[in-house]
């Protein structure tokens, strides 16, 4: 078992820039691909950006791609998403996830998933 843990959300002005984390538990997180995703009041859950095992390989949604950065450490348990240009679009609560297959933009890739972190981009 894997527990997720995002921190690191918060308010931020329009074209401002923010990093969140995501720890993990468990001394396999290094064999997991990674994913973020988010979610808006009244929207479904959508793909922002996955990583694999070792971070050499990294896939965006179109609407982050030149804005957002997804990384991990594996000695630290952490993944990381650094923001940029950030727009009100981007208000939303983020979650991480963990597969233990694949990264990929399908949420039921996933096996595992963090509580969220909300990320507010005030106009």
């Known amino acids: 078992q894997v527990q997720l843990v995002e921190s690191g959300g918060g308010l931020v002005q329009t074209g401002g820039s923010l990093r969140i984390s995501c720890t993990a538990s468990g001394r396999t997180f290094s064999s997991y691909a990674m994913g973020w995703f988010r979610q808006a009041p009244g929207k479904e859950r959508e793909f922002v950006a996955a990583?694999?095992?070792?971070?050499?390989?990294?896939y965006y949604a179109d609407s982050v791609k030149g804005r957002f950065t997804i990384s991990r450490d594996n000695a630290k348990n952490t993944v990381y998403l650094q923001m940029s240009s950030l727009k009100p679009d981007d208000t939303a609560i983020y979650y991480c996830?963990?597969?233990?297959?694949?990264?990929?933009?399908?949420?039921?890739?996933?096996?595992?998933w963090g509580q969220g972190t909300q990320v507010t981009v005030s106009s």
């Open positions: 990583i694999n095992w070792s971070g050499g390989n990294t």
């Open positions: 996830a963990g597969s233990e297959i694949f990264y990929s933009d399908y949420d039921a890739t996933y096996d595992y």
